[in-house]
């Protein structure tokens, strides 16, 4: 099985939401991303992504946390890749104030499935 990860600070600048909330497009974008990373690593071509089957969000990401960001290839079909997407918080922001704190246990935000496609002769 093959998987890529990225990690990242979220900065109070991305939150915007009482409470320093994250909008979920914040956790899309970086599934984006750690799946390119995927289809180069596999195929050797960043891929076209097609769309979600699933997405759950299942708890908050705020201003001050770090994330983890994982794509797991599922399937891989002649020119479909089947991925699995999540997002984990690793360190919780504790306040504005830049405390923080690394989780005992990485907290499962945000999971998805989606499909991409590698072009037949390697364009767009």
Do not use: W
């Not at 097609?50 to 290839?73: H, K, M, N, Q, W």
């Not at 360190?91 to 037949?120: H, K, M, N, Y």
């Amino acid at each position: 099985m093959s998987k890529a990860v990225h990690r990242r600070y979220v900065a109070f600048s991305d939150a915007h939401y009482a409470g320093n909330l994250v909008d979920g497009a914040f956790a899309l974008k970086l599934f984006g991303d750690v799946g390119t990373n995927l289809s180069i690593e596999i195929d050797g071509h960043e891929g076209l992504f097609a769309g979600y089957s699933s997405v759950e969000f299942l708890a908050p990401v705020r201003g001050g946390d770090i994330v983890e960001a994982e794509a797991t290839l599922v399937k891989k079909g002649n020119r479909s890749r089947t991925v699995d997407f999540e997002l984990r918080v690793i360190c919780r922001g504790s306040d504005d104030t830049g405390r923080s704190q690394v989780l005992e246990s990485p907290l499962v935000a945000v999971r998805a499935r989606g499909t991409a496609v590698i072009p037949a002769d390697g364009t767009e």
